[in-house]
T-cell receptor
Framework: AQSVAQPEDQVNVAEGNPLTVKCTYS??????LFWYVQYPNRGLQFLLK??????LVKGSYGFEAEFNKSQTSFHLKKPSALVSDSALYFC????????????FGKGTRLSVIA | EPEVTQTPSHQVTQMGQEVILRCVPI?????FYWYRQILGQKVEFLVS????????KSEIFDDQFSVERPDGSNFTLKIRSTKLEDSAMYFC???????????FGPGTRLTVL
């Protein structure tokens, strides 16, 4: 069975500092990994995904994530945080292509302080 | 850019009543999903739908739930007799399959009193 762990409920970072939101996963086959962001009273917005190829994936709003197979991790990063990045971030995985559902982590609330 | 839309944004109902949540997926999507998020908890898969039939469902998706795509554009989730524990945000999602991303709608907040 697939699973995702986001070990931090909350991450606080000062504006302008780099941020990292952690995610580890467990799948039986090849992982397809995703990050979504949820702003208050809004739906889930796609940020980026890893399917294959380069381990460093770049996405929307300056975010990137690094796939690390040996550590089964897919941490989300941004070199310089903005106050507007404050939101709930979800990591998700599925283990094969096709019509498979996403399995989500519990989410990490990011607060960027001015 | 096309978006997934959902109506209503908020639905309040009495326990035991039937509700229908509606979604209009992006037109070139082939696979459709419903997920839910109970307040403060993670997003959970309910059901996936392809070629006019359910392709996968979770343990949450019991006989009280049903889905259909009645007219080729709308995708609906019906809860036949709502329970208090059905209170949650319900998200519709769609994609083209393969390695394609699933795109989510803004959600319907269901409150069962």
């Amino acid at each position: 069975a697939q699973s995702v762990a986001q070990p931090e409920d909350q991450v606080n970072v000062a504006e302008g500092n780099p941020l990292t939101v952690k995610c580890t996963y467990s799948v039986s086959g090849n992982p397809y990994l995703f990050w979504y962001v949820q702003y208050p009273n809004r739906g889930l917005q796609f940020l980026l995904k890893y399917i294959t190829g380069d381990n460093l994936v770049k996405g929307s709003y300056g975010f990137e994530a690094e796939f690390n197979k040996s550590q089964t991790s897919f941490h989300l990063k941004k070199p310089s945080a903005l106050v507007s990045d404050s939101a709930l971030y979800f990591c998700a995985v599925r283990d094969r292509a096709g019509n498979t559902p996403l399995v989500f982590g519990k989410g990490t609330r990011l607060s960027v302080i001015a | 850019e096309p978006e997934v839309t959902q109506t209503p944004s908020h639905q309040v109902t009495q326990m035991g009543q039937e509700v229908i949540l509606r979604c209009v997926p992006i037109s070139n999507h082939l696979y459709f999903y419903w997920y839910r998020q109970i307040l403060g908890q993670k997003v959970e898969f309910l059901v996936s739908f392809y070629n006019n039939e359910i392709s996968e469902k979770s343990e949450i998706f019991d006989d009280q739930f049903s889905v259909e795509r009645p007219d080729g554009s709308n995708f609906t989730l019906k809860i036949r007799s709502t329970k208090l524990e059905d209170s949650a945000m319900y998200f519709c999602a769609g994609g083209r399959g393969g390695t394609d991303t699933q795109y989510f709608g803004p959600g319907t907040r269901l409150t069962v009193l």
